[in-house]
């Protein structure tokens, strides 16, 4: 019985190299084929344009498109890309489509990935109190996120944030952020990282919201803060750091889209600061 049974363990093993070699094989032929059909496609932006569209669920046309191989899979360049028609179509220009081979295959990551560059965004608390981002593509017309929702996740690169919060004395300016954006449904899932400083480190975000009742959870935090690189936000609170670091961690509970609880953690070095 014993030795029947390690025999029959051999043999699952055995097979299951084999099993494992074949996938390999075929996974590199897909892989050396797709790779020299690139550029055909690339002549025929139309069947990228229907393949998006399908996807979208609505129009999806561009002036050109670009091929490229990266080991995560191909990746078009897409210039003057435009979602929809008529009065509420959506001009995005110039954005990166990649398509997630090997990720995307996996229960809850997205197949495609969009990517823009170079956007100039505002966050804005109004007089009620409410938080809204201004500057996404098509938003005078439409939801840009529930109209992207079919290009998977939508990732914005280099871009430029201004924070204005009248009420709480607060107009500051992020040279770059970067975020990744995924919709689904009615959820709203947003990670971020936001450069005060463009030299300095990164603050980063993540942000868990319904889009309809703007009800969620935020959380804010950076392992350094340089204290002087923020002396125009700690300005609204009657300081002005000199010197200084601090580790930050801040837990928000967000309610039609207002702060309604807040937790902050923060561990401070070396502070000097003078009153405003």
Known sequence: ???????????????????????????????????????????????????????????????????????????????????????????IGRAQLQVAMYSGLLPGHPLTELKIRDLFLTLVQDADGRWRVVGLPGQAVADPLQRLEGFGELQIERAQLTIRAPKLKVDMHMPRVDARIRVNGPRLRVGMSAWVEASGLPVSAVLDMHRVTGNGLLWVGADKIVLSHWHRALASVGVVPEQGTARLGVWTKLQDRRVRELTVEADIEQARMHSA
């Open 1 to 91: 019985m014993t030795t029947a049974l390690g025999r029959r363990i051999r043999h699952a093993r055995r097979w299951t190299g084999y099993g494992l070699l074949v996938v390999l094989i075929v996974v590199a032929l897909m892989v050396g084929v797709a790779n020299q059909l690139l550029p055909m496609v690339a002549r025929h932006p139309d069947k990228i344009a229907a393949w998006l569209s399908a996807r979208v669920g609505e129009p999806v046309s561009f002036s050109k498109a670009h091929g490229e191989w990266t080991r995560r899979g191909p990746r078009f360049i897409l210039d003057d890309l435009h979602v929809g028609q008529g009065a509420t179509e959506l001009a």
